[in-house]
T-cell receptor, first 114, second 113 residues
Framework: GAVVSQHPSRVICKSGTSVKIECRSLDFQATTMFWYRQFPKQSLMLMATSNEGSKATYEQGVEKDKFLINHASLTLSTLTVTSAHPEDSSFYIC??????????FGPGTRLTVL | TQLLEQSPQFLSIQEGENLTVYCNSSSVFSSLQWYRQEPGEGPVLLVTVVTGGEVKKLKRLTFQFGDARKDSSLHITAAQPGDTGLYLCAGGLSGGSNYKLTFGKGTLLTVNP
């Protein structure tokens, strides 16, 4: 149980385009989903927290207009990187939580912006 | 901002050796979680500890939560090449209606055959 999927697993796009990443909880309903960013050989940095049906809460320094988060249902959250630039290239990981103190992570999405 | 200091950052050992990874903070956490991450994949939860002084064992892995819930350790006995990976500790705190994790910087473990 507690399986979280992400799609796509890898994406390459041109600078200036937008990219949407999906995060799904496959076998449970996630009241909260989290989006993280990870640079090579570094730890995870929380970008934002989203609760189903409400606006996401962004961490300090994360541009909410650049990283659009939608949590439309209890099993799906999306992260859209708008007007992507090479510095947005990173490994994006989501996690989903149904009960307090438990987060289950997706397999990650490798974004490369040319 | 709650910070978690994880050490060592890199560790390369021979198969069969024992090792300990430490996670320390000046903040009190309501829980402490340990994850293992393979390259290009998401972190996989190994254990959650919630009670000060708690010790949990998972085969050759022993996890301990400090009495004051500010620190934790992961001890691996007789390490095997399959243990190679990035080990992350994460402290949990409730913030309003949300529960957030603060991650340590990770320990990159390499176990050589």
């Amino acid at each position: 149980g507690a399986v979280v999927s992400q799609h796509p697993s890898r994406v390459i796009c041109k600078s200036g385009t937008s990219v949407k990443i999906e995060c799904r909880s496959l076998d449970f309903q996630a009241t909260t989903m989290f989006w993280y960013r990870q640079f090579p050989k570094q730890s995870l940095m929380l970008m934002a927290t989203s609760n189903e049906g409400s606006k996401a809460t962004y961490e300090q320094g994360v541009e909410k207009d650049k990283f659009l988060i939608n949590h439309a249902s209890l099993t799906l959250s999306t992260l859209t990187v708008t007007s992507a630039h090479p510095e947005d290239s990173s490994f994006y990981i989501c996690s989903a939580s149904a009960v307090l103190q438990s987060q289950f992570f997706g397999p990650g999405t490798r974004l490369t912006v040319l | 901002t709650q910070l978690l200091e994880q050490s060592p950052q890199f560790l390369s050992i021979q198969e069969g050796e024992n090792l300990t990874v430490y996670c320390n903070s000046s903040s009190v956490f309501s829980s402490l979680q340990w994850y293992r991450q393979e390259p290009g994949e998401g972190p996989v939860l190994l254990v959650t500890v919630v009670t000060g002084g708690e010790v949990k064992k998972l085969k050759r892995l022993t996890f301990q939560f400090g009495d004051a819930r500010k620190d934790s350790s992961l001890h691996i006995t007789a390490a095997q090449p399959g243990d190679t990976g990035l080990y992350l500790c994460a402290g949990g705190l409730s913030g309003g209606s949300n529960y957030k994790l603060t991650f340590g910087k990770g320990t990159l473990l390499t176990v050589n055959p």
